[in-house]
Every structure is written in structure tokens, then in C-alpha cells.
């Protein structure tokens, strides 16, 4: 007998990628379906998947077993957000109504809105105040489903600033459910006082900045802006290229204002992700494939932009690009962390289909952080992160759009929404 400190039953369907590597192409839509199914999980590991008479047969509970009922719910694996600013302080709520009444984005930013408000106001937090922000907002994304995030800096624009950023994530994330992989957005965009000496704040990135953090082993990434307001493609090779020489695997916001040859970019370093992509060309697409580069949709941001341009979901996925999807959860371009959100933006307005969704948000969002292995998808051996939701099946994520139902969510083997 499996013995088993957690088992979830009465799962009307589970639903679930396999394997340990992003898929791309028709295996994005292919999912093991189980009706009728329990799951089985020791000691923060899965032990068991299947049918639960199986389940009955095979497994035996502790004496401290957790009985999770479903109710007739449907399990999924539990959500992989791979791009957040999570470490931000303040809220945009005034350049989001500026933008109804005709603002753009690089309008409000051109003047000294949109990022550069937000360091301000990240530039007067202190670290303790900091993570204790990063804290309750990693409660809210765990109670929406969310159970590995990625989170950037790229609010402080300084050495100290933004390491105190990193360090307010991990400071946040020590003992939390929620699982944190960090990035370092040193090149988010230029601060004001560097204006009128961009290569100056760019040599304090490649000397001061960087070094620190790789040190100090504070993030697993670096990531660059690449943009008409940001950093061009050649200031970013730089960067990034630094960054890959003490050892951080390198990421990219990418062609999502124009086409900046960002998705290119993200091709010829390895990056193992480009993200937002809504004006990537087709040769940086047909790039990305060839390098194996994840494309990180952000349809939520997208929709709340109010752009034009829809993302590329359906070119990413025909030319071969395993497709993740992610909130962009930050206060200016998409104040939104629900992952539930996102998948119905990406079905909506991106093009995927329901279970090509599921994909973009559990395994291939887990292989873009490097984390596939052990999140992800629900097999034996991986780490127990799983999510009842309040429907009968899968469509049902998307086809009853506008609320997420979640029933319970398991962490590490714990139950704890």
C-alpha cells in the first residue's frame, strides 16, 4: 500500500499536461484526462494519480491523513505565473483614467508617469514594508490558484533599491506556499537622473548592479525592456550578455509597443523566454522556435491597454514556440493577478484553445522558469501543487468566464486555500 498524508477524491475530471519539458505545437492541446479520479500525495510529493477506486485499492491514509473532497469539482494543476512585478508600492489608478479619456502608454511615460512613478514610490518604501506588501499579495494570488510566480525588480533603478527589491521577494517568500523564482530588471527603463547619461546608469547596471546580485545569488534572471522608451536591441544585447557571463539565465520584454526586433533578440542570446510579443515579427517568431525560446503571452495587459493589437497566440503556436501565459501583474499596464484572468484573455482575445491554455499556464510556464521538472503538471513524483475548481470540466475555466471558482488549493502536499 502507498501511504498518503493527503488525498483528494470525488474529482469529477482532472485534467493535466505531462512530462518534464514545454510543449509546443499540437502537443500544447493534449492533456491526460481522468474522470471520476483521486489524487494521492506524501510528504509534499504525489504518490498517486488515477481513478479513485483505484486510489481506494492502493492507497492507504495516514492516521493524520487531510481528506480533500472535490464535490463533483475539477482539478487542475496549480497555476504557474512566470512574469509579475510583485515588489511594486502605490497604484496607477489615475494614469488608467487618463488612458480612457486618449492618454497612450508611451504618452504617460514620455512625460515621467508610468514606471518612473512607481520607483518613486518604491525609492520611499523600506525593506520590511516592502515584503510585507509582497506577502499579502502572494496570499492573494495563492487563494486565486497561483502556486509557483516569478517576480521582477525593475522599481528601484539604483543599486540599493533594487536590491532591496530582491531581497523584500525572498524575504516574502521564505515559508510561503507560494513558490518564488526571482528576476533582476535592473534595465526596466532609465531613472531621471540618468536622462541625459544613459550610458552612464547602463555601465552602473553592467558594474555595480549586476555583480551584486549574482554574488549575492539574488535572482535566477535578468531582464531587459527593449523599447522606444526603455533600451534599444543593442543596449539590451549588452546587459543581457553581461548577465549570462555571471551565470543568470537571461529573459525579455519584447516587441510589445512595436516591433523592436525584441523577439529576435531574445532568439540569438537563448533566452528562455520573450514576453508580451504583440508586434513580434515573423522571422524573430520563426527564431524563437529554432532557439527553443518560451513566448510569454500577457493577454490580460494586453486587454487593459485597450490595444489595437491582439497577441500572437495562434503564430506563436503554429510556427513551434512553446507558449506560455502570465498575468503581468504590476500596477500600471495590468493591476490584475489572477490567473484565471489571464487563460480567459488568452482563449478570448489570443487564440488558444482551452487546453492549450491549461498547457501556458502549468507546464510550460513552470519550463520557462527552469522548474518543470517539479511543478507543473500532476504525476507521481512531483511536488504536490493542485487546484479544485467549482465546475463540472475543463471548458468550463473559460465558458463561465469572469469569476474564478476555486474550491481548494494544495500546496507543497498542504491544504492551504
Given at each position: ?27 500544447a ?173 547602463i ?9 551584486q546580485?549574482?554574488?549575492r ?76 525560446t ?15 493589437r ?25 493591476p ?10 488568452a ?23 527552469g ?47
Amino acid at each position: 500500500m502507498i501511504p498518503a498524508d493527503l488525498v483528494v477524491s470525488g474529482i469529477s475530471e482532472l485534467a493535466t499536461p505531462e512530462g518534464k519539458t514545454a510543449l509546443a505545437g499540437p502537443d500544447a492541446g493534449r492533456l491526460k484526462i481522468i474522470h471520476g479520479a483521486a489524487v494521492a500525495c506524501h510528504e509534499g510529493r504525489i504518490v498517486f494519480v488515477g481513478e479513485e477506486a483505484e486510489c481506494i485499492a492502493t492507497v492507504q491514509p495516514t492516521r493524520d491523513c487531510t481528506p480533500v473532497d472535490a464535490a463533483g469539482g475539477t482539478v487542475l494543476p496549480g497555476f504557474v505565473d512566470a512574469h509579475t512585478h510583485l515588489p511594486f508600492a502605490g497604484w496607477r489608478e489615475t494614469e488608467f483614467d487618463e488612458r480612457l479619456h486618449g492618454a497612450s502608454y508611451s504618452d504617460i511615460a514620455s512625460r515621467g508617469g508610468g514606471i518612473l512613478s512607481t520607483v518613486e514610490a518604491v525609492r520611499a518604501m523600506d525593506r520590511k514594508s516592502l515584503a510585507a506588501l509582497v506577502r499579502g499579495r502572494l496570499n492573494d494570488v495563492l487563494a486565486q490558484g497561483t502556486t509557483t510566480a516569478e517576480a521582477k525588480s525593475g522599481y528601484g533603478l539604483d543599486p540599493e533599491t533594487e536590491i532591496m527589491q530582491l531581497e523584500a521577494l525572498g524575504d516574502a517568500g521564505s515559508g510561503h506556499p507560494v513558490q518564488l523564482a526571482t528576476t533582476f530588471l535592473g534595465a526596466h527603463t532609465v531613472p531621471k537622473e540618468y536622462r541625459d547619461n544613459r550610458q552612464g546608469y547602463i555601465r552602473l547596471i553592467l558594474d555595480e548592479m549586476l555583480p551584486q546580485v549574482a554574488r549575492r545569488r539574488l535572482a535566477s534572471f535578468a531582464d531587459a525592456f527593449v523599447d522606444a522608451n526603455a533600451f534599444s536591441v543593442e543596449e539590451a544585447r549588452m546587459i543581457l550578455e553581461a548577465a549570462k557571463g555571471h551565470g543568470l539565465k537571461v529573459r525579455l520584454h519584447a516587441d510589445q509597443l512595436a516591433d523592436d526586433g525584441g523577439a529576435l533578440l531574445a532568439a540569438q542570446l537563448e533566452a528562455v523566454s520573450a514576453d508580451h510579443l504583440e508586434f513580434a515579427s515573423d522571422e524573430g517568431i520563426e527564431a524563437m522556435a529554432a532557439a527553443g525560446t518560451c513566448g510569454v503571452l500577457l493577454p490580460a495587459a494586453t486587454f487593459f491597454l485597450m490595444m489595437d493589437r491582439k497577441p500572437p497566440g495562434r503564430r506563436l503556436l503554429d510556427a513551434g514556440v512553446p507558449v506560455v501565459v502570465a498575468t503581468d501583474f504590476n500596477p500600471g499596464t495590468c493591476p490584475c493577478e489572477s490567473m484565471s484572468a489571464a487563460v480567459w484573455f488568452a482563449c478570448l482575445t489570443a487564440g488558444l484553445g482551452v487546453d492549450e491554455a491549461i498547457t501556458a499556464t502549468t507546464l510550460n510556464a513552470a519550463a520557462s522558469l527552469g522548474l518543470a521538472k517539479e511543478v507543473g503538471t500532476i504525476e507521481v513524483g512531483k511536488r504536490a501543487d493542485l487546484v479544485v475548481h467549482d465546475f463540472p470540466n475543463r471548458y468550463h475555466l473559460v465558458y463561465r468566464f469572469g469569476i474564478p471558482r476555486i474550491k481548494a488549493v494544495v500546496a507543497g502536499g498542504k491544504r492551504v486555500v
